[in-house]
Structures are given as C-alpha cells and as structure tokens.
C-alpha cells in the first residue's frame, strides 16, 4: 500500500496556487497535515481524494496514476471533505444507507455496518431524526461516519474534528487510534492536541509547500531547548506579544504565565518548560515565514 504524491502543484487561477512542488511518500500510519489557513491542505486532499486533478506532477496509487486511473484508489477510499453537505430530509440511517448503496454495499452487511457506525459516533439515539434539524458538531459525526462506511484503506479526513465539543473529539481520538491499525489515514486540523496522541507523522505545510515531514518526536527534539515560560505583569502582555513568538498565556494570581518559543532566553528570570507539538508547529511555521519575508 503505498500512496505518492510526486512535485504535485494546482493552479486555480491566473497567479493563484493551492500547491506548489509538493512532494511526499506514505505507506500504512496516520498522518497530521498541519498548516494555517489557506496553507493548501484541503487541496492537497481534494487531489487525494480524486475530487480534483493536480494541474502538475503526478499522484500515484500503488504505482498507478490516479489522475488516469481513480478506480482502484476509489475503490478503498473513505473522504470526509471540509465542507461536507447533508440532504436534510434524510435520517442519518437513510442518508449512510444512500451512501452506502453508491459504495455497492446493500442489505444485511450495510445495515450492521451502519448501526456501528452510529453508535461510534454516539448519534444511535437520533437516527431517525432528519439531518437538516442536526446541529453542526452532530452533522460532523455523520460525515465521519460515512467516510467509515467501506472499512477505507485510506482515509482522508479534512478537518474531522471541526465544530465538535470536547466530549466527542475525544471519542474521535480513540476511534482513530483503534481504526488505523494497516491502513493510510490523513486527517488535516489546526488543533494540534488532536492529533498529538494519535499521529505516526505530521506533514507540515505553509503557502503551498511542505515544511517537514517527520515523526512527532522528531518534530519535537528540533525544539528542545526552545521553549521557554516567563511571567509578566498584565499590561506587559501587548508587549511581549509584539516581540516574542507566543504559545500560550495562562492568568495567575502572580501575573501571566507566557510560553515563549525561542532560540535565545527571551530574558534572565526565563524559565526552560518541556516543548510540545504546538510549539514545534509555531516555530516551524514563523520561522519560514521569516525566511520568505526576508
Ligand atoms: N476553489 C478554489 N478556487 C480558487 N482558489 C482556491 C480554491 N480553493 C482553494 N483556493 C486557494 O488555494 C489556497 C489553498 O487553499 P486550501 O483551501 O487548500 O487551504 P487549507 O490549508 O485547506 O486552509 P484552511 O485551513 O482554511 O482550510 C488558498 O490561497 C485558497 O484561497
Ligand atoms: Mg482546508
């Protein structure tokens, strides 16, 4: 099983590129594609998920095309898309059943399938209600659940864990962790903490292009030593913000405790805290954005 993506870019407009000279291989693992807004990782996926045709370079599906020949990567795919729609008359069981017949799966196996699936994603007890009456985070939990429905090879999730509230992204966590087992998964977020238990790689990625590709423990002794926490008064925070790259502020009776990630000591009371992948993320993504500025 083996996906490659060789020196892919998409050019949407005149000017305007979602990907530029992406390259990547992957084999069975899961996979965080990090990256800000607009970084190119809904295109990057569309183009995976054959949705969309690279306008350069080549996606390869164990050796073959996939631009020429989406069958057999289609096949064993399961796709969650960023902006997944739902009919709203259907029930979340009419609406996986649809699904499901398109997948060629019918009658007895599709109905188990689907009652799993339900009671995976914790919407057993709403089944028969219609879908346009669901709210967001629930409307979410059905998009998983389809993308589920195949037992996908591959699973391409865009930002599965938007709109759900703390309770159910831990459940997403544990059933990412228990579904992956032989099988190529690539799920986009910007919650780093979703991923930190759960990713065998983390593809970072910024304007178009891949930062690093690496395990997370690699990610995170590139920035041991980095990271540091300081306490400031208040008013000093505007400041610090201005000239320290900042992971996160936490108020204390004492002041506000700031994690600062940096080359240097940002001063002499700084104190060394262990790094985390939130951190390497910030100092990945600020440190080429310096690099392009300068
Ligand atoms: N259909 C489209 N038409 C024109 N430009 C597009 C289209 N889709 C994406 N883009 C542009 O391509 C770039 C990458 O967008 P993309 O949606 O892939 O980013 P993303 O990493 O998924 O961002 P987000 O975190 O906001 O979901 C952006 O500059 C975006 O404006
Ligand atoms: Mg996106």
């Known amino acids: 099983m083996e996906l490659s993506i060789d020196r892919v870019s998409k ?63 289609r096949a064993v795919l399961g796709y969650l898309p960023q902006d997944f729609g739902v009919y709203p008359h259907l029930t979340p069981v009419e609406f996986l059943e649809y699904i499901a017949a398109l997948k060629g799966i019918s009658g007895r196996a599709a109905k188990q399938r689907i009652d799993a699936l339900l009671q995976l994603v914790n919407l057993t007890d709403v089944r028969k209600r219609p879908l346009g009456g669901f709210s967001g985070g629930m409307r979410q939990r059905v998009g998983i659940a389809q993308a589920l429905l195949n037992d996908p090879q591959l699973l391409i999730v865009d930002e599965p864990t938007a709109g759900l509230d703390p309770e159910e992204r831990v459940r997403f966590r544990h059933l990412l962790s228990e579904f992956s087992g032989d ?112």
Do not use: C
């Open 11 to 73: 050019r949407y407009a005149k000017g305007v590129w979602g990907l530029k000279e992406f390259t990547l291989s992957l084999g069975p693992g899961i996979l965080g594609l990090l990256g800000p807004n607009g970084a190119g990782k809904s295109t990057l996926m569309r183009m995976l998920a054959t949705s969309n045709k690279p306008t350069q370079g080549a996606i390869t599906w164990n050796g073959a095309d996939i631009a020429k020949r989406p069958d057999p990567l």
């Open 183 to 294: 099988r190529i998964v690539i799920l986009s977020t910007h919650i780093v903490s979703d991923v930190e238990a759960s990713v065998t790689d983390i593809a970072l990625i910024r304007e178009g292009q891949l930062l690093t590709h690496a395990a997370p423990e690699k990610l995170l002794r590139g920035i041991e030593g980095k990271v540091w926490e300081v306490v400031v008064p208040s008013a000093e925070l505007p400041s610090a913000k201005e000239r320290f790259l900042i992971s996160s502020t936490i108020r204390r009776s004492d002041g506000v405790h700031v994690r600062i990630v940096s080359d240097e000591p940002p001063g002499p009371e700084a104190q060394q805290a262990i790094a985390n992948l939130e951190d390497a993320y910030l100092y990945h993504v600020a440190t080429d954005r310096l690099a392009q500025a300068a």
